[in-house]
C-alpha cells in the first residue's frame, strides 16, 4: 500500500513542549510553570454573557467574517487603546484563536520558495505554518544582550530577494522582550527599503509592565504592509473560548476570509457574543490582571537575583526567560533533572528555536502561591547543582 501521508507534514517536528506536561499529569504533588495560560477564570459578566446568547438560543452560524457587534467593538477598542483606525467591515476577519490567523495570514501572502523572516527565541508555530503554507523559514536568532529584542541589523543581514514576510512576535513568548516605538522606527525603515509585509502578532499586548504597547501599525507607512493579529485568550483569560481577530489591508483580508470560509466557516457564536462584552467592558478585570501578573514578575526576578541566577528584566507576556548556562548541561538536560528530583515543570529554551538553548522558559501566569513553592523547589536543584560542580 502507499504511504497515505503528506511529506511535508510529517518532517515536520511536533511540539517541544507537551511532553513535559504528559510527565507532570501523572507525577503526584508535581508544580507547572511551563503552560502559557492564565490563572484567572474568565470574568464572570463575559460568562454570564455567554450563558444568556445559548438561553436566547443564538447557537447558528454567524457571517463568515464574524459578528457585526464583535467587529464594530474591536475597531472601537484599538482606537482608543492603541490609535489604530480599522474598518470593521472590510479590513478585519474574527478566527478561531490567533493561532488561525497566523495560518491563513501566511497561506494568503505566500507564494512557493517564498521567505519568511522569523526571529527566535519564539512561539513554536511560525516555522510550522510557513512550511505549510509553501514558503521557506528563514530564522533571525535573537540575541540575549540585546534584551532579546529584534534589531534592525539583524533584519538587513537576513534578506535576500525572496525575502516577503516579516514575523513579529512581541510582547515575545518565550522571553517576555517587547519592541518599543524607536525599535519599531527603525525596523519599518528596512521593511520599507525591502518592500516587505509584516506578520504582527501582538496577542500579549495588554500585558506590558512599564509602557502601553505600540504596534509596528502605528509606524507611517506601515498599515498598509502588516497583518496585525491579537485576540482575547492572554488579555481576557479566554484561552479555551478559542477567539482571535486579524486586521490588514482588504485585499488581504479577502484572501484570508476565502481559506476561513472553505476550513472553519466561522468562529464559535457562543464565544463571539461573550467577546462582545469582554472588549467592551472588561477593562478593569483586565487591569487588574495585568497588575497581579506585574506583582508576580516583580516576584521572580528577585528570586532570580537571591539565588544568583541570570535573567534580564522582561517587559510583556508573563514569561521569563532565565540562563542556564553556568550548569554545563542542555536545556532538555536542565529541565528534564529538575522535573525528576524536585517535580518542577519548566519549559526547555530550545523548544522555541535552537537559539533558546541554554534557557528556560518559566511562565508567570501562576498564583504566586504556587510560584513560591516551585521557586524554593529551583533554588533547592540550582544550589545542590553548583555543589556538585564544586566537589568535581
Same mark, same amino acid.
Given at each position: 500500500?502507499?504511504?497515505?501521508?503528506?511529506?511535508?507534514?510529517?518532517?515536520?517536528?511536533?511540539?517541544?513542549?507537551?511532553?513535559?506536561?504528559?510527565?507532570?499529569?501523572?507525577?503526584?504533588?508535581?508544580?507547572?510553570?511551563?503552560?502559557?495560560?492564565?490563572?484567572?477564570?474568565?470574568?464572570?459578566?463575559?460568562?454570564?454573557?455567554?450563558?444568556?446568547?445559548?438561553?436566547?438560543?443564538?447557537?447558528?452560524?454567524?457571517?463568515?467574517?464574524?459578528?457585526?457587534?464583535?467587529?464594530?467593538?474591536?475597531?472601537?477598542?484599538?482606537?482608543?487603546?492603541?490609535?489604530?483606525?480599522?474598518?470593521?467591515?472590510?479590513?478585519?476577519?474574527?478566527?478561531?484563536?490567533?493561532?488561525?490567523?497566523?495560518?491563513?495570514?501566511?497561506?494568503?501572502?505566500?507564494?512557493?520558495?517564498?521567505?519568511?523572516?522569523?526571529?527566535?527565541?519564539?512561539?513554536?508555530?511560525?516555522?510550522?505554518?510557513?512550511?505549510?503554507?509553501?514558503?521557506?523559514?528563514?530564522?533571525?536568532?535573537?540575541?540575549?544582550?540585546?534584551?532579546?529584542?529584534?534589531?534592525?541589523?539583524?533584519?538587513?543581514?537576513?534578506?535576500?530577494?525572496?525575502?516577503?514576510?516579516?514575523?513579529?512576535?512581541?510582547?515575545?513568548?518565550?522571553?517576555?522582550?517587547?519592541?518599543?516605538?524607536?525599535?519599531?522606527?527603525?525596523?519599518?525603515?528596512?521593511?520599507?527599503?525591502?518592500?516587505?509585509?509584516?506578520?504582527?502578532?501582538?496577542?500579549?499586548?495588554?500585558?506590558?509592565?512599564?509602557?502601553?504597547?505600540?504596534?509596528?501599525?502605528?509606524?507611517?507607512?506601515?498599515?498598509?504592509?502588516?497583518?496585525?493579529?491579537?485576540?482575547?485568550?492572554?488579555?481576557?483569560?479566554?484561552?479555551?473560548?478559542?477567539?482571535?481577530?486579524?486586521?490588514?489591508?482588504?485585499?488581504?483580508?479577502?484572501?484570508?476570509?476565502?481559506?476561513?470560509?472553505?476550513?472553519?466557516?466561522?468562529?464559535?457564536?457562543?464565544?463571539?457574543?461573550?467577546?462582545?462584552?469582554?472588549?467592551?467592558?472588561?477593562? !478593569?478585570?483586565?487591569?487588574?490582571?495585568?497588575?497581579?501578573?506585574?506583582?508576580?514578575?516583580?516576584?521572580?526576578?528577585?528570586?532570580?537575583?537571591?539565588?544568583?541566577? !541570570?535573567?534580564?528584566?522582561?517587559?510583556?507576556?508573563?514569561?521569563?526567560?532565565?540562563?542556564? !548556562?553556568?550548569?554545563?548541561?542542555?536545556?532538555?538536560?536542565?529541565?528534564?533533572?529538575?522535573?525528576?528530583?524536585?517535580?518542577?515543570?519548566?519549559?526547555?529554551?530550545?523548544?522555541?528555536?535552537?537559539?533558546?538553548?541554554?534557557?528556560?522558559?518559566?511562565?508567570?501566569?501562576?498564583?504566586?502561591?504556587?510560584?513560591?513553592?516551585?521557586?524554593?523547589?529551583?533554588?533547592?536543584?540550582?544550589?545542590?547543582?553548583?555543589?556538585?560542580?564544586?566537589?568535581?
Amino acid at each position: 500500500m502507499r504511504n497515505p501521508l503528506n511529506k511535508t507534514v510529517v518532517e515536520i517536528e511536533p511540539s517541544g513542549i507537551r511532553k513535559f506536561f504528559d510527565i507532570v499529569s501523572e507525577m503526584k504533588d508535581a508544580i507547572s510553570l511551563g503552560v502559557g495560560e492564565p490563572d484567572f477564570d474568565t470574568p464572570w459578566r463575559v460568562r454570564d454573557e455567554a450563558i444568556y446568547s445559548l438561553e436566547q438560543g443564538r447557537t447558528f452560524y454567524t457571517s463568515n467574517a464574524g459578528l457585526k457587534e464583535l467587529k464594530e467593538e474591536i475597531a472601537n477598542f484599538l482606537d482608543r487603546r492603541y490609535d489604530l483606525k480599522y474598518n470593521p467591515y472590510e479590513e478585519m476577519l474574527i478566527t478561531v484563536g490567533g493561532s488561525e490567523a497566523i495560518d491563513i495570514a501566511l497561506r494568503a501572502m505566500l507564494d512557493p520558495g517564498d521567505e519568511v523572516l522569523i526571529p527566535q527565541p519564539s512561539y513554536v508555530s511560525y516555522v510550522p505554518c510557513a512550511i505549510l503554507a509553501n514558503g521557506t523559514p528563514v530564522i533571525i536568532e535573537l540575541k540575549e544582550e540585546n534584551d532579546f529584542r529584534l534589531t534592525a541589523e539583524e533584519l538587513e543581514n537576513a534578506i535576500t530577494d525572496k525575502t516577503k514576510v516579516l514575523v513579529l512576535p512581541f510582547p515575545n513568548n518565550p522571553t517576555g522582550a517587547i519592541l518599543e516605538r524607536k525599535d519599531l522606527e527603525q525596523i519599518a525603515k528596512v521593511v520599507e527599503k525591502h518592500d516587505l509585509f509584516v506578520l504582527s502578532d501582538e496577542i500579549y499586548s495588554e500585558l506590558t509592565y512599564l509602557e502601553k504597547h505600540v504596534s509596528i501599525v502605528n509606524i507611517p507607512g506601515m498599515r498598509e504592509r502588516t497583518v496585525l493579529i491579537n485576540g482575547f485568550s492572554k488579555s481576557h483569560a479566554m484561552t479555551g473560548w478559542r477567539l482571535g481577530y486579524a486586521c490588514a489591508p482588504k485585499e488581504i483580508i479577502e484572501q484570508m476570509l476565502k481559506i476561513h470560509q472553505f476550513a472553519i466557516m466561522c468562529a464559535p457564536t457562543t464565544s463571539q457574543y461573550a467577546a462582545v462584552t469582554a472588549i467592551r467592558d472588561c477593562d !478593569k478585570e483586565v487591569a487588574d490582571m495585568r497588575e497581579e501578573y506585574n506583582a508576580r514578575r516583580r516576584y521572580l526576578l528577585h528570586r532570580f537575583e537571591e539565588m544568583g541566577l !541570570k535573567c534580564f528584566e522582561p517587559f510583556g507576556a508573563f514569561y521569563m526567560f532565565p540562563s542556564i !548556562k553556568e550548569f554545563n548541561m542542555t536545556s532538555d538536560e536542565f529541565a528534564t533533572r529538575l522535573l525528576k528530583s524536585k517535580k518542577v515543570a519548566v519549559v526547555p529554551g530550545n523548544a522555541f528555536g535552537a537559539c533558546g538553548e541554554g534557557f528556560l522558559r518559566i511562565s508567570y501566569a501562576y498564583s504566586l502561591s504556587n510560584l513560591k513553592k516551585a521557586l524554593d523547589r529551583i533554588e533547592e536543584f540550582v544550589n545542590e547543582l553548583r555543589e556538585e560542580q564544586h566537589v568535581s
